[in-house]
């Protein structure tokens, strides 16, 4: 989670929020564990030291991790292997105890012997299940990657940051602008003017006038020539990104107004319809909405139990969602001015991390849970849809036209599913293409017959790719 003083990298580093430290501690121990697969003092390459090969060492190496993989899943399997051949040999024994307490009995045969038969072929049959189920995933694990270069392509890397990008825009209109947030919290762009609004560290929101200058068309990125780089992203110095390197841009240093009374870290903000409010989400357990003019405090809203992590607004009606550790969202509805009445919506077991907004009448969130959850917003007893992950889910987006759901994880993953939460893809990912630390954020953008998705994260990078929506939709 972002932190005070987004001005200080040094003040950053030291102020991490709880769930860094959380993420930390696992990887050390997921280092621990691979270390000791191998003899002390032999590295992964030095295994294949010797053996007559001429592939590269970095593609070796990639390949032991793949192959290392595997070994870990079979591993896993064996060992439930095992204990299913325990309960069946415990079945075995409680059956047979059962049979002595019957005189003449032979607990061998007759209906002893069937239902211990029937128990056994169940056990069978659920570890025959098992086996199937987790070699089709290592297989179908290995045919996505192909299959999600042909939908999802990538078109550039934007880099130039020298810290994390917590959070990332696009213009709602041309001139196509993005935006990447890092020394502070969170940016969204004025759905018609050229303004930009940022929450950060320092308990204050900024509003920013820019003006676009477009520069002179460029030729293409070379994407074959990135595939065919075979450097490993292991061996990079911490920060360095393939790409062309930062840019000149022009500075933006008066921010037009300044937006405060909050107590705490400000770490997200977003416009109302209309652009006439601004709403804000802090640390202290609030959500301030204020006024585009005067910048003035109109209302705050209280509630939450813990601190807030995001906010979001509705694109065509006045309504508000703030998300929070204290694993619920909440409902604000401002179309009635002179009843503001607000829904909890609980189902999640973790912190909440990102609720938005779809076109219709739909809200998705996302959690430290790694579920995510569609909810009708005429039903909210209950999600339509949940979406299970094997790993934390960060600041989602969805898409306007298609409704397609963007899930930014803690493994560097990026999935899309549908809003009945059936997988469409998973962005290609490899040392050298995709993100290399934790994805903190998506945000799409369909302009024309076009469909472009962009992400960021604590690699100092954004991505921009190209969704191939037919190709995707026919996957489906």
């Not at 696992?26 to 592939?55: A, H, V």
């Not at 593609?59 to 064996?78: K, V």
């Not at 509805?333 to 909890?344: A, E, L």
Request: proline letters at 5%; aromatic letters at 6%; hydrophobic letters at 35%.
């Amino acid at each position: 989670m972002p932190v005070e003083g987004g001005s200080s990298s040094g003040s950053a580093s030291a102020a991490r929020h709880p769930k860094q430290k959380r993420k930390a501690h696992s990887l050390s121990i997921r280092r621990t564990n691979s270390t000791e697969e191998r003899p002390p003092g032999i590295q992964r390459g030095d295994m294949l030291e010797g053996q007559d090969s001429k592939l590269p060492i970095s593609l070796r190496n990639n390949l032991l991790d793949l192959f290392g993989q595997i070994e870990r899943e079979f591993e896993n399997l064996y060992i439930e292997n095992l204990e299913l051949r325990r309960e069946i040999d415990s079945l075995n024994e409680r059956l047979t105890g059962d049979g002595q307490t019957i005189e003449g009995g032979d607990p061998t045969k007759g209906a002893l012997k069937t239902k211990a038969s029937h128990s056994t072929s169940q056990l069978s049959q659920k570890l025959k299940t098992t086996y199937k189920a987790s070699t089709s995933k290592i297989v179908s694990s290995f045919k996505a990657t192909a299959g999600s270069r042909a939908v999802c392509q990538l078109l550039k890397e934007y880099v130039g940051h020298r810290d994390g990008i917590w959070d990332l825009s696009v213009t709602r209109n041309p001139p196509v602008v993005l935006g990447t947030a890092s020394a502070v919290n969170s940016i969204k762009f004025h759905p018609t003017e050229q303004m930009a609004l940022t929450a950060s560290g320092d308990q204050t929101a900024h509003i920013w006038r820019y003006m676009v200058q477009l520069p002179a068309p460029q030729p293409p990125p070379d994407v074959s020539a990135l595939c065919d780089d075979d450097q490993d992203s292991s061996d990079r110095e911490e920060g360095e990104v393939d790409g062309e390197g930062p840019c000149e841009v022009p500075t933006v240093r008066l921010a037009t107004a300044t937006l405060k009374s909050h107590q705490g870290v400000v770490i997200a903000a977003d416009w109302l319809v209309g652009g006439r409010q601004v709403v804000t989400a802090s640390w202290d357990r609030a959500a301030n909405l204020y006024e585009l003019e005067t910048s003035e405090l109109v209302h705050t809203l209280t509630g939450h139990d813990q601190e807030l992590t995001h906010c979001c607004t509705h694109p065509t009606q006045r309504l508000v969602v703030t998300s929070s550790r204290d694993t619920t969202f909440r409902l604000w509805d401002f179309r009635d001015p002179s009843i503001h009445s607000v829904n909890v919506f609980q189902g999640h077991t973790d912190t909440v991390t990102s609720a938005v907004f779809t076109v219709g009448d739909n809200v998705v969130s996302g959690s430290d849970d790694r579920t995510v959850k569609v909810w009708d917003l005429k039903n909210m007893r209950s999600p339509i849809a949940t979406i299970r992950t094997d790993s934390a889910v960060n600041r989602i987006s969805v898409s306007a036209n298609q409704r397609i759901i963007a899930l930014p994880h803690d493994n560097r993953q990026v999935r899309l599913f549908d809003m009945s939460g059936v997988r469409l893809a998973r962005l290609p990912r490899s040392n050298r293409m995709g993100h290399r630390r934790m994805v903190c954020c998506t945000a799409w953008n369909e302009e024309n017959q076009s469909c472009n998705l962009f992400t960021c994260g604590f690699d100092r990078q954004a991505i921009g790719w190209n969704i191939n929506i037919p190709a995707l939709l026919q996957e489906k």
